[in-house]
């Protein structure tokens, strides 16, 4: 039950923070819709920022599950290009909602974030070490993370998608006779 109220919060990221006002009405909106009482919401997410990091996390282990099914796909190329399609759009829409969960003062990265960026590296690493016989030699999960983010953080979801076809096409590693 709590898990829903996980998903009902990202259509209620508007959710005040703690100690401002309307907070209160919006929490019991979030709990009423996910079924359960506001004892239990407040009990499970104190704050709206660990409602925010709660819903990023299951967004992110979502991402890395995705990815890991994808590591038994028969054509490990394209498994690895319809991970960073997902990936794309992943930090291209949820990238406010990790930056909201994960907001300090001075602006370091919280112990959270970097959970997050280690799993996704992990999945990356499998799919990109699976894929790497017909991958440039030089690449790496690194490299791939950094080209997509770079798509991703710049334009809009669609285009951050189109951008990472273009990419696979450079990555691609290059036969003799493809001139």
């Given at each position: 039950?709590?898990?829903?109220?996980?998903?009902?919060?990202?259509?209620?990221?508007?959710?005040?923070?703690?100690?401002?006002?309307?907070?209160?009405?919006?929490?019991?909106?979030?709990?009423?819709?996910?079924?359960?009482?506001?004892?239990?919401?407040?009990?499970?997410?104190?704050?709206?920022?660990?409602?925010?990091?709660?819903?990023?996390?299951?967004?992110?282990?979502?991402?890395?599950?995705?990815?890991?099914?994808?590591?038994?796909?028969?054509?490990?190329?394209?498994?690895?290009?319809t991970w960073l399609d997902a990936f794309v759009a992943h930090v291209a829409t949820k990238r406010p909602l990790a930056l909201a969960a994960t907001d300090v003062p001075d602006g370091r990265r919280t112990p959270m974030f970097e959970e997050w960026h280690a799993a996704i590296t992990t999945t990356a690493t499998a799919l990109v070490r699976r894929a790497q016989p017909a991958l440039r030699p030089d690449i790496t999960a690194t490299d791939v993370l950094a080209l997509a983010s770079g798509a991703a953080l710049t334009t809009d979801a669609q285009n951050a998608r189109r951008l990472v076809a273009v990419l696979r096409d450079g990555l691609t590693a290059r036969h003799d006779n493809d001139g």
């Open positions: 039950m709590v898990g829903q109220g996980v998903r009902l919060a990202e259509r209620e990221c508007g959710v005040p923070r703690a100690g401002q006002p309307g907070e209160h009405a919006a929490a019991e909106g979030v709990a009423r819709r996910a079924g359960v009482g506001n004892a239990t919401l407040y009990r499970h997410f104190p704050t709206r920022a660990e409602l925010l990091a709660a819903l990023y996390t299951d967004e992110v282990a979502a991402l890395c599950d995705h990815g890991n099914q994808l590591l038994a796909a028969p054509a490990p190329v394209e498994a690895l290009f």
